[in-house]
């Protein structure tokens, strides 16, 4: 297990986006998250990434047999044991000023955004560069002297860049404003641009999204590769079951907010509730009679 | 010259033409239609039609010369302009680059007193368009009060030589520090928020500081302003006598006394902080940390969702952006030799960020030309100052409308395979 995700509740004032989800993310392995529009599929994204802040529950990360506490890296509010512990004060306040989402990030868990959060006015390789901010040498004398270790580190940074480039197969555009690629390209490169910080964990929202079947194909690809060849934990949403079915070693499915379904593809495929979400009351009714039938 | 392009219709133009004149007609008719002679009104009816038919002939002018190659790329520009373009890094300009900085360096040695003076003002602005240029061009964030730190850094040399016994030498890493420090200060509270709120905290920001100066008079002489030392040169001074014990520059080297000295040190110390700030700058750009503020500038939460802790990154815009500000109020107390709060009103901030905007956002050399221009233009056209603020205004429009990206296209370093 690599994630955990506990009892987690988002509501933001009156809508319950989120209620009482749980489920685990096995490393090494894609799972999908499903369900129809509007069921907290982002929103648990959010949560899960450190871009909200969780109403209620707990997101569990195990690196190197340790489990960490998500939701403390953003800043938990204090409560009254706090103030008899003082370690675990400090700590809280520690992570109150200092901590945030991107704290997430260096844990492990990259993103990319279901609407494309590229830096348009840059190139994509600048993109790809700004990602590997936390590996670069960041001295700024050394910057500024353009010295021995600041050029290696450039060059790292470089080398490792076009390797993602080439190998999602956008060496060609390494040098074009982001904002002025093709869609499809715009998509691949958000991907890679997670990969560039050294995830072990990638959360990827509707990245087929737009794409046309044989660029979906390929993208479904794509992410086999992170999968297999890197040792990434991939974690998916995607409204498109061809992929999902084809790519997915479990899938979570999630409606209102709530996980009404766990399993492998073609347990999901035949499940009676999640047909009854995806297809509507007149299905659940034709499920139930199935059911009484029975 | 006049090849027109296929889109160009005969017909069209001369139907907007005459639309454009009648328009102009009625608009001139009660204007210049009718003369006043002293109670009894006469008309002219013939000027209306003169100014007309101008206009006529004027708007045809219009729709042929944009339809031409030339206008083209004058007006419409280049069918995909999109205000960036990406360049291997070349240094086939280098040449030019050391002739203008040799030039920069003899100028005042042949220079009057008078365009001594007015080039100091010019690279005042130079620098302090690069330092506004980090905070608005590179990190995206829109500072209305930048002229607070121009305050702080002006301040920080006539206080600190007057409390504090401070020198213009050491005047000027003192007030770097400082203003770098109001920097980060103005970066705390304002760490939520973008654009709109942005610009009106910093707003308020710069307002304070102005109140502030204007009102603690015990401690800034208030309105009354405080006065800046002159700077010495290895302890020669640069008066006409020295105070006890000094020698005075012209006696040290047999020359007679002449204001202008004290300028030219001024302006060669300036001009080499420009220079340095420049190279600065224009690295920092492509630096970790440069790239890390135009992402920020690109999106704050794309930033955060790869691990960029955009706290630490706006505070260093800040306060990157305050200290070359405030190394500008150094130069420009000493030059003056007297400063106080009116010198640092809304209406400086506005210019800065004019010449940011005009410069284009983030474009180093076009900043430094639009500081140029800015300054030196209002000299060049002195009978026309009472429509500087108007020539300014319309000129902001007409890049809005031609160039939003600024009057050169930005650069982007290509990064090739190695
Ligand atoms: N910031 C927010 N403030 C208020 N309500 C929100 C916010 N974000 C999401 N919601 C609500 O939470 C619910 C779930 O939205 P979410 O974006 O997570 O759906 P989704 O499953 O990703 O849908 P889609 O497939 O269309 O992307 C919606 O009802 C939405 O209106
Ligand atoms: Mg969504």
Redesign the pocket.
């Known amino acids: 297990m690599l994630l955990e995700v506990k009892q987690l509740a988002m509501r933001?004032?009156g809508?319950v986006?989120l209620d009482n989800v749980s489920f685990g993310v096995e490393a090494h392995k894609i799972t999908s998250l499903i369900?129809?529009?509007?069921?907290?599929?982002?929103?648990?994204f959010n949560c899960v990434t450190g871009f909200?802040q969780a109403s209620a529950g707990e997101i569990v990360f195990y690196q190197n047999n340790q489990a960490i506490d998500v939701l403390e890296l953003l800043g938990k509010p204090f409560i009254w044991q706090d103030f008899v512990n003082p370690r675990q004060l400090l700590r809280r306040l520690f992570f109150k000023m200092l901590g945030g989402s991107h704290r997430v990030n260096r844990l492990g868990i990259a993103r990319t955004f279901?609407n494309i959060r590229l830096f348009r006015d840059m190139t994509a390789i600048e993109n790809l560069l700004v990602a590997q901010h936390q590996y670069l040498n960041r001295n700024i004398l050394s910057g500024l002297l353009h010295s021995k270790g600041y050029q290696k580190s450039e060059q790292q940074a470089l080398e490792q860049a076009y390797y993602w480039l080439d190998l999602s197969g956008l060496g060609d555009d390494a040098n074009k404003l982001a904002g002025q690629l093709p869609y499809g390209h715009q998509k691949r490169l958000e991907i890679i641009r997670a990969m560039c910080t050294q995830p072990q964990l990638i959360c990827l929202d509707?990245p087929a999204a737009g794409l046309n079947p044989n660029e979906t194909a390929e993208l479904g690809e794509f992410i086999r590769i992170l999968q297999q060849q890197h040792q990434i934990t991939v974690l998916l949403?995607e409204?498109d079951m061809q992929m999902v079915m084809d790519i997915s070693d479990k899938i979570v499915v999630?409606d209102h907010?709530e996980v009404i379904a766990t399993g492998g593809p073609e347990a999901i495929q035949k499940n009676p509730a999640v047909l009854a979400a995806y297809l509507g009351e007149e299905t659940t009714d034709k499920a139930k009679a199935e059911t009484n039938n029975d | 010259m006049l090849d027109v392009d296929a889109d160009f219709s005969t017909k069209q133009t001369i139907l907007d033409a005459i639309l454009a004149a009648l328009i102009a007609w009625l608009f001139f008719l009660p204007i210049t239609g009718v003369l006043l002679d002293g109670y009894a009104v006469q008309s002219a009816w013939h000027q209306p039609f003169v100014l007309a038919l101008i206009v006529f002939y004027a708007r045809c002018l219009i729709a042929i010369i944009v339809h031409t190659d030339l206008g083209k790329r004058l007006f419409v520009g280049k069918g995909h302009y999109a205000g960036v373009e990406v360049v291997d890094k070349t240094n086939a300009h280098w040449h030019w680059l050391l002739v203008i900085v040799a030039i920069g360096f003899v100028f005042p040695f042949f220079s009057s007193k008078y365009w001594l003076t007015v080039a100091i003002l010019a690279l005042i602005y130079v620098l302090l368009g690069l330092g506004l240029n980090v905070v608005v061009g590179l990190a995206g964030l829109l500072d209305l009060g930048f002229v607070a730190f121009y305050a702080v850094g002006a301040y920080s040399y006539a206080l600190g030589s007057e409390y504090l016994g401070l020198g213009f030498w050491t005047a000027l890493p003192f007030a770097a520090v400082l203003a770098a420090s109001f920097g980060a200060i103005l970066g705390f509270p304002v760490l939520r928020m973008h654009g709109d709120y942005l610009a009106i905290v910093t707003l308020g920001f710069g307002e304070i500081i102005r109140l502030i100066l204007n009102n603690w008079t015990a401690f800034t002489g208030g309105p009354n302003g405080a006065s800046a030392p002159l700077p010495t040169l290895f302890g020669l001074e640069f008066s006409r006598r020295a105070k006890q014990g000094g020698t005075p520059f012209h006696d040290y080297f047999g020359l007679d006394y002449s204001t202008i000295y004290r300028y030219i040190l001024i302006y060669l110390v300036l001009f080499l902080v420009v220079c340095v700030m420049t190279m600065v700058v224009v690295r920092l750009r492509q630096m970790p940390i440069g790239r890390a503020w135009e992402a920020l500038r690109e999106d704050e939460t794309a930033c955060r969702s790869l691990g960029i802790n955009h706290v630490v990154v706006k505070l260093s815009a800040f306060s990157m952006g305050a200290m070359v500000g405030g190394l500008a109020g150094v130069f420009f107390a000493a030059y003056q030799g007297f400063i106080n709060p009116s010198s640092f009103t809304f209406f400086e901030s506005a210019l800065i960020l004019a010449i940011v905007v005009l410069g284009g956002l983030g474009s180093v050399v076009g900043v430094i030309i639009a500081a140029v221009v800015l300054t030196i233009l209002p000299e060049l056209l002195r009978e026309f100052s009472d429509y500087r603020v108007l020539i300014f205004g319309m000129s902001m429009v007409l890049m809005m409308i031609w160039r939003p990206r600024g009057l050169l296209p930005q650069r982007r370093q290509a990064f090739r395979r190695t």
């Open positions: 933001f004032g809508v986006a369900g129809p529009n509007g069921a907290g599929k982002t929103t648990l909200y279901q509707e949403i409204h999630l907010g």
